[in-house]
């Protein structure tokens, strides 16, 4: 199935499935609401053409997001390919369910903003409550996929002037670098697992105004989805909606020197899954 979130015509937010040209329409539903039991596709069916969509999921208690899960984009950020020194743990962070924003959506540019980048990824949608879950089960837990840009502010608290810099600032400004509402567009549906053979033979890319700025494969993540899985539910429980974004390919705009800047244009795409445009704009305190 793929299932999307879209407005209205009386302005409340439906759950549909798309079935090619047309959507069902599901109601004032969520899509944690189809994952304890397929829905009965009996709704009215409406055009899919010209819909206004949300966010495929909102009620995400937990959206975690993986670092450095591809070794030439841990190059390009200025550090050493890690991949042939030994064992590795992923490095997992987390970005409140506020920063989800609509395909179509405006991502905002605050005053506090110094240099903002982008990061296509895939994301995964956890199905079932998940604790302790081996590798080997993981994808047992999977409800699907969805595409996500994991807007990043690389500068954040580079314009406080006389500050005093602590041994931990920098790696604190960076984790709030992640925060800012509404960067974290998300969609443009979920797809789910049954139609996703593998989620690790993907071709995954990223224009900025037309020009192609990202380009490669699911293939080169360092660590899979359900080493992923069974890594986080290890510590903190899974539960049904919450999303888990698998990090970034190499070309974001930290390592061209190219930060967004109202107007641009964003256009992610992960092959079999869909494609996912925004557009930056200025927001005032």
């Given amino acids: 199935m793929r299932i ?21 329409d599901l109601g004032a539903k969520s899509p944690t609401d189809l994952m304890s039991a397929p829905p009965a596709l009996d709704g009215p069916r409406i055009p899919a053409a010209g819909l206004r969509l949300d966010a495929p999921i909102r009620d995400s208690r937990k959206l975690f997001a993986l670092a450095g899960n591809y070794r030439k984009h841990i190059v390009e950020s200025g550090f050493k390919d890690p991949t042939a020194e030994g064992v590795l743990t992923p490095q997992v962070f987390w970005k409140p369910p506020t920063t989800i924003n609509a395909p179509g959506g405006a991502i905002p540019i605050r005053p506090n903003n110094v240099f903002v980048d982008w990061e296509i ?15 080997a089960d993981a994808m047992d837990y999977v409800f699907g996929y969805t595409v996500i840009n994991d807007i990043s502010e690389r500068k954040f608290n580079a314009h406080v002037e006389h500050r005093k810099v602590r041994e931990f600032d920098p790696f604190f400004d960076w984790l709030m670098g992640k925060w800012f509402d509404g960067h974290a567009p998300l969609g443009p549906e979920i797809v789910t697992k049954d139609e996703i053979a593998d989620p690790h033979k993907l071709d995954i890319r990223l224009w900025v105004n037309g020009q192609l700025m990202q380009d490669s494969n699911t293939s080169y993540m360092i660590f899979s989805v359900p080493e992923t899985i069974a890594y986080i539910s290890s510590v903190a429980t899974l539960e049904p909606g919450d999303v888990i974004a698998m990090g970034t390919p190499e070309g974001v705009g930290f390592a061209r020197g190219i930060a967004l800047k109202p107007g641009d244009r964003l256009r992610g795409e992960i092959e079999k899954i869909g494609v996912l445009e925004n557009t930056l704009v200025e927001e005032k305190a």
């Fill in 4 to 24: 999307l979130r879209f407005f209205s015509a009386d302005g409340s937010v439906h759950l549909g499935v798309r079935t090619k040209d047309e959507v069902i």
């Fill in 121 to 135: 990824e895939l994301a995964v949608v956890i199905g079932k409550r998940a604790k302790d879950v081996p590798a």
